[in-house]
């Protein structure tokens, strides 16, 4: 058991500031950083708890629509507008898929961690208009 499954477990409402171990840097601005990222997430499921983990910092809980708001935070701290407009969740029109990517699952599993008994449909949508609106 590492040192950050134990502070999780003894102080679970703490906030994460530390990154995991070898994280390439967010936010991301360009294809060949959102490959990197990708095999570094691909490498380990520990790799993608670890993100989910250090990005439910960014969960907003205390305010009114928090799982809406959260879906909005999420991707802002994951990927620059610049790589954002490149995407969409579905990736038609020659985009970038984003459901297709392992940052779908950090993105997924930050938020369902944090609203257990959602279905995500909020968040979905709230990604869908957010990555549209990526300027």
Do not use: H
Request: hydrophobic share 40%.
């Amino acid at each position: 058991m590492n040192l950050g499954r134990v502070s999780r477990t003894v102080l679970p409402n703490e906030k994460r500031i530390t990154a995991p171990a070898n994280m390439p840097e967010l936010p991301l601005g360009t294809k060949s950083a959102l490959k990197e990222y990708e095999s570094f997430l691909a490498k380990s499921d520990l790799n993608l708890a670890a993100v989910c983990d250090y990005m439910s910092s960014y969960v907003r809980t205390s305010v009114a629509d928090p799982e809406r708001k959260s879906a909005n935070k999420i991707p802002s701290q994951l990927l620059r507008n610049s790589l954002a407009q490149e995407m969409n969740l579905e990736g038609g029109n020659g985009k970038i898929a984003f459901r297709s990517l392992k940052l779908y699952k950090v993105f997924q599993g930050t938020l369902q961690a944090a609203f257990p008994d959602s279905d995500l449909e909020v968040a979905d949508d709230a990604l869908r208009r957010w990555l549209k609106d990526a300027k």
